[in-house]
């Protein structure tokens, strides 16, 4: 039986709000730093083990949980970037290379520490609001808290000193030195920043679905096509991108066959690269 359409529709815009929040941070760190990290997904993973870690190991508020899922991946994050990716980011294959080893480590720990078995992470909020036939709290919470987040970033890119630093370098590294601008710190900001995104976007997709060892693999499959189908290094293009590769993956799943997923969205990779490979905003950093 067809699922109800405002369900749907429903549905696929809260869920493209989370691939938003996991794809800006993909484009960032390339945008900025010209670096495709595939460790990425792995990083969507930590944050929602460690809400899940704090939250329901050691019996704290799911919202402690929530703090830990923002700093936990955002210091994995700056670790793998200082102790790793400085020393070859000159080097795309080696990047590469480095990036999927290290996720592929992480989800090899997760499994050895958590086990095979999904782990169920608390609500941010419980109850139904009266929406569209009732929608979970928790979920017009995600939606919600997702859209602060991007909001938050637009303006701080935008409209702070650091903001428009992080601008510069992402337009010329050598112009950005020129004017005193410390183009490492900028990469490290980046690199927090989108690890802080996918921890939150990780947290949030295992408070409606559950967690897992292998969770971050979809996230990072559909952030790629998003990015190229936005413009590689635009914020906005990601947005846009996230909402359409979501309503693609939602109608995809609900009306056709939910083994499907991830398909549509390679569909439209391969498109996109064989018709526009720059992206429907090409490749600026932000608008």
Known sequence: MALPLTDVVANAVMMSALYALVAI????????????????????????????????????SIWVGALAALLVPALFSAALYRGMIRRVEDDPITVMILTLVTAIAVEEIIKTVFGTQPAVISSLLTGQVSIAGGIQANNLLVFGLSWVIIGLLFFAINYTKTGKAILATSMSTKGASLV?????????????????????????????????????????????????????????????????????????????????????????????LLAKPEGLFGREFTE
């Open 180 to 272: 005193g601008i410390e183009s490492d710190r900028m990469y490290l900001y980046t690199w927090v920043l989108a690890g802080a995104f996918a921890g939150l976007a990780g947290l949030f997709l295992g408070s409606i679905q559950t967690a897992s060892w292998s969770m971050g693999r979809s996230p990072l499959v559909l952030s790629f096509s998003i990015v190229v189908l936005g413009g590689i290094g635009s914020i906005r293009g990601s947005v846009i991108g996230a909402y359409i590769i979501g309503f693609l993956e939602t109608f995809t799943m609900s009306y056709v066959d939910s083994s499907l997923s991830g398909l549509a969205s390679l569909v439209v990779l391969v498109l996109i």
């Open 25 to 60: 941070g993909f484009t960032l760190i390339f945008g900025v730093g010209g670096v495709l990290n595939l460790a990425h997904g792995a990083t969507v993973t930590i944050g929602a083990f460690s809400a899940y870690y704090v939250s329901e190991v050691f019996g704290y």
